[in-house]
């Protein structure tokens, strides 16, 4: 191998041209068309159902949210109804302020005013 | 190597069409089956509890409020120790048998109830212990904030959320509403995902009760009567207080009562709505009944003599009836005001016995008053076809007939507005979406058992017994105030046994704004007397009641009041008291509101001189 020598010889065929093949280069295109159109219908169906999921547990959130406001909101409606009952302000005037109940010469009526 | 191939791409193909005929089997002929599993499996109906209507008193204030609680309940076979849970809800949960809970949860079941309807503080304990196999589920919770005020009136609902006794159980119909139900899907940890394509039906809410009845009123009542009771080592008893005019109920209470928050916990008979279910022989105060069919009839006049002779009358051979004392010759009036049975006995002589009996029917006895209240009794009165030769005297002073004290009170109230009786309601509007349905336009008169001239006369009977008579315990300093004493004998088998004083009675008399009745049975002591026992509980609840509704008495206009007034009554709370307030030298800052757009009072200054505020510094306050 070590006498071994190479011919080069020059080939001029830089006239040739390649042919485009015009009907494949659509068919290519078609068919990368067609696999984007569904590639891309499948991302979208993906992303809409994971979307839709997604919204789903939000819902979801807010309505425990909701509902945990609104129980507390009755609560707390409750609590003021138990603090308005006569017989807890009776109790806290009579106790808590000192208050008693008037007797009739110590009311003046609206009606009776000049 | 073209057979190897051939032999393998046999395979494969005859795997893909085998695999083809499994799809085909799957997603084809068994579709409706397993999409059914996949449903029931991702999908769960949640229903959804509409919310209990609330009920209100007259001025707004909530009696009865529905809110959502959790309910506790545990799966068994996810629970690893059922002692330690056991024991760790017992110590969250109070009264919760815990050896109890133990074995349930030992057991094989794959479902217990722990505790239902837990009090919101209760469960956020049971909510901190994170025990695994425990759940929770919420639940609708009837509450009743102010305890036991008008209890036997507003009733209780039941685990299932339905109204068992009272107004829950007339109206349950109207405060339940329709539940609604929702389909969400389940996610792989058992979580739930609202999905809106799925269908979902929203609950109806209940309608809401405005009532008559005032929680004020209610409460005075209650409190004088449970006073009465308890200063008379008595055994029970009711009152119930009406609008005249309208014949809505202001108060209606019963002794002893209960808390319907915690309604098992007290005996049956305390759920008892005496004032509606109770029958009672009435005494001396159907005299009121005899008086108005008299009149009515033309038979005896207020200041006709009346022969009450020598305390006695003999109805039947040895059957007498005797006064307390010999009255001799009384006026109609005197008759009535001193509630002489002879003279009553006497005048009602004069009446036919079908008109007699024409007008106590006409006065709502012996038939249902038609309140919206459950378990009412009509009373007892026989038939005029069925009556002896006594029945006509007996009844005459309230004996031989039953009446509830609603029936009483009512023909009172008849008598109080001119001679219109009006069915007694509880409810004055319901709750149509955002709008108030009210319940009457005009009030419900059911009859005109007497004339408004002989209703007149009668009142000034009625005023009569209060001025004069044996009612001067139920005066109200200020107002007029007429009504009936007595004090029937409680029937038992064979005779009877122990008293049931009461006082029916409006006031003013002039100007009707409140007609009550006031009735306490087997009192203990000497006195027994309607005129000891029950007159002063009215006169007290008059008293009260008429001040808060602000009804001015008669008395001549304070023109020296400045810097002595200690309560303004009927005024509105400010911003429109503001105006007032200047004119009796008091700031704004000193009207305190009670929240029913009435000012209620005012700090006292010292009173300088005798204007007619009593000495002392003590503030006062009105309820």
Known sequence: MRNAYAFTRPVANSYLVRERDRRRVRELALVLLVVLCLGGGLLAYTWIHLEVTRTGYRIDKLERELTKQTREERQLRLEAAYLASPSQIERRAIKELGLQSPVLEQVIFWEELP | ?623
């Open chain 2, 1 to 623: 190597m073209r057979r190897r191939l051939g032999i393998v791409a046999g395979f494969g193909i005859f795997w893909m069409l085998l695999i083809g005929a499994r799809f085909y089997h799957l997603q084809v002929v068994r579709y409706d089956h397993y999409s059914n599993k996949a449903e029931r499996q991702q999908q769960r109906v949640v229903t959804l509890d509409p919310p209990r209507g609330t009920i209100y008193d007259a001025q707004g204030r909530e009696l009865a409020v529905s809110i959502q609680v959790d309910s506790v309940y545990a799966v068994p076979p996810e629970i690893e120790d059922p002692e330690a849970a056991a024991a760790a809800l017992a110590g969250a949960i109070p009264g919760l048998d815990r050896a109890k809970l133990a074995r349930q949860l030992a057991g094989d079941r794959e479902f217990i109830w722990v505790a239902r309807k837990l009090d919101p503080p209760v469960a956020e304990k049971v909510h901190a212990l994170e025990l695994k196999g425990f759940y929770f589920v919420p639940e609708s919770k009837r509450y009743y904030p102010m305890g036991e005020l008008a209890a036997q009136v507003l009733g209780y609902v039941g685990t299932d959320n339905h109204g068992l006794a009272g107004l829950e159980l007339v109206y349950d119909r109207e405060i339940t509403g329709k539940p609604g139900k929702r389909t969400v899907l389940r996610d792989a940890r058992q979580g739930t995902v609202a999905a809106p394509d799925l269908s979902s039906a929203e609950p109806e809410p209940g309608h809401d009760l405005y009532l008559t009845l005032d929680a004020t009123v209610q409460h005075i009542v209650e409190r004088e009567l449970a006073r009465a009771i308890q200063e008379r080592h008595a055994k029970r008893g009711s009152a119930i207080f009406l609008d005249p005019v309208t014949g809505g109920v202001l108060a209606m209470a019963s002794y002893p009562t209960f808390d319907p928050n915690d309604f098992g916990s007290y005996s049956p008979e305390s759920w008892r709505n005496r004032a509606v279910a109770d029958v009672y022989e009435p005494g001396s105060t159907f005299k009121i009944i005899t008086a108005a069919a008299a009149l009515e009839a033309g038979v005896v006049r207020e200041n006709d003599m009346v022969d009450c002779g020598g305390g006695s009358i003999t109805l039947f051979r040895n059957i007498r009836v005797r006064d307390h004392k010999s009255y001799g010759m009384l006026t109609f009036a005197q008759v009535i005001s001193h509630s002489s049975n002879v003279g009553v006995i006497r005048v009602a002589q004069r009446i036919a016995a079908k008109p007699f009996y024409a007008n106590i029917r006409a006065f709502g006895f012996g038939q249902q008053t038609g309140i919206d209240l459950p378990g009412e009794s009509a009373g007892i009165l026989h038939n005029v076809e069925r009556w002896g030769l006594l029945e006509k005297s007996y009844i005459s002073f309230g004996q031989g007939v039953s009446v509830t004290p609603l029936q009483l009170v009512a023909a009172t109230a008849a008598v109080a507005n001119g001679g219109a009786l009006l069915r007694p309601h509880t409810v004055a509007a319901v709750s149509r979406g955002e709008a108030r349905v009210p319940k009457y336009l005009t009030p419900p008169v059911v009859g005109r058992p007497i004339s408004p001239a002989t209703a007149r006369e009668l009142t000034r009977l009625m005023e009569g017994v209060v001025i004069d008579g044996t009612g001067k315990s139920a005066a109200v300093p200020g107002y007029r105030v007429a009504g009936k004493t007595g004090t029937a004998q409680i029937p038992v088998r064979g005779g009877y046994r122990g008293y049931l004083p009461s006082f029916v009675g409006f006031a003013p008399a002039d100007r009707p704004a409140l007609v009550g009745l006031v009735a306490i049975a087997e009192p203990q002591g000497s006195e027994y007397y309607g005129a000891q026992v029950a007159a002063p509980a009215f006169s007290a609840i008059a008293r009260q009641v008429l001040l808060y509704r602000g009804i001015h008495p008669e008395r001549p206009r304070p023109s020296v009041w400045m810097g002595q007034v200690t309560m303004l009554a009927g005024l509105p709370a400010s911003p429109a008291a503001a105006p007032a307030v200047p004119r009796l030298a008091l700031g704004e800052d000193d009207v305190l509101a009670d929240g029913d757009d009435h000012a209620v009072a005012v700090e006292t200054p010292e009173p300088e001189s005798d204007h007619g505020a009593p000495k002392g510094g003590h503030p006062h306050a009105s309820l």
